[in-house]
């Protein structure tokens, strides 16, 4: 790692056009398209120095293929994650399959939109073998957060990660009229030490304009429950892009007088490279 403190977004997604040789299985909102290049020009642009690459689930589902393609183009950019289905036959070979490539950093299951059991076999078993091949599991589970808890419980040994603080994030504004209304049960996830946190996606959960003042009392809550040393900062980009920039999703964090010039070190990056076991390579 260089010697400099890095900036690294815990969640950004790639993807092409919609064509007939990559078609898209569904839909993400965004842009029509967000290449490995434009996402690197985004992030030279304000000082990020790398990113988690999400495959996006809406789009590929489990196909990691373009992701993939954008890492061999930008390797000192991106890690990499993919989602995982709980209903294949064959995860403990796709998770060694996937853990044996260059850049790989995780996996990820989408419990959202799913109502999985907390013995759900295929949903363990995801767990269980990034815990093997030693990679984090990121869930997306708003509205799933007291199986999440569950899940947590019974495997202990693998670094589970929550997407977008737990919470459900509008993708047109405005934000939900109570979009913290469930911060007890991300609260109660605390009590798991093998969890972590993004925070991302944040600034779409406000009422107030850029910089989002109203945001932080809550995260604040989030971090002292968690501590700084299991919260990562991120975007979401580019599902965000109808409630702000990418400019605003970075800079919000960088411009509050809530964080120290440490504490911000930690959240925007140290904690992501501890948990990730990853950091960009970037020229001293």
């Not at 839909?27 to 996402?39: E, K, R, S, W």
């Amino acid at each position: 790692m260089a010697d400099r403190t890095l900036t690294i977004d815990c969640q950004v997604h790639c993807y092409e056009l919609n064509t007939p040789a990559r078609p898209w299985a569904g839909y993400l909102q965004g842009p029509d398209q967000a290449t490995g290049d434009d996402m690197v020009a985004a992030m030279d642009a304000v000082g990020v120095d790398g990113a988690i690459l999400i495959s996006p689930f809406a789009m590929y589902r489990y196909d990691a293929s373009y992701a993939l393609e954008v890492y061999d183009q930008h390797p000192n950019k991106f890690g990499l994650v993919r989602p995982f289905d709980p209903e294949s036959p064959s995860i403990d070979e796709e998770m060694a399959e996937w853990t044996g490539r260059p850049g790989v950093v995780g996996a990820r299951i989408m419990l959202r939109d799913v109502d999985y059991e907390a013995d759900h076999p295929g949903v363990n078993q995801i767990i269980a073998a990034g815990g093997r091949a030693g990679v984090p599991v990121n869930l997306m589970c708003s509205g799933k957060l007291p199986l999440m808890l569950e899940l947590a419980r019974r495997n202990p040994d693998t670094q589970l990660i929550v997407d977008h603080l737990g919470l459900a994030q509008p993708f047109e504004p405005p934000a939900p009229p109570e979009p913290w209304a469930d911060l007890p049960n991300v609260l109660a996830l605390a009590e798991c030490d093998n969890v972590a946190i993004k925070i991302s996606g944040a600034g779409t959960l406000a009422h107030e304009p850029f910089p989002y003042p109203d945001i932080w009392e809550p995260l604040h809550r989030i971090f002292d429950a968690f501590g700084l040393e299991r919260c990562i900062w991120g975007t979401d980009w580019t599902r965000a892009v109808n409630l702000l920039n990418y400019e605003q999703g970075v800079e919000a964090f960088r411009l509050t007088e809530t964080l120290s010039d440490a504490d911000r070190a930690v959240l925007m990056g140290g904690a992501l490279a501890n948990i990730y076991k990853w950091a960009p390579k970037v020229e001293n």
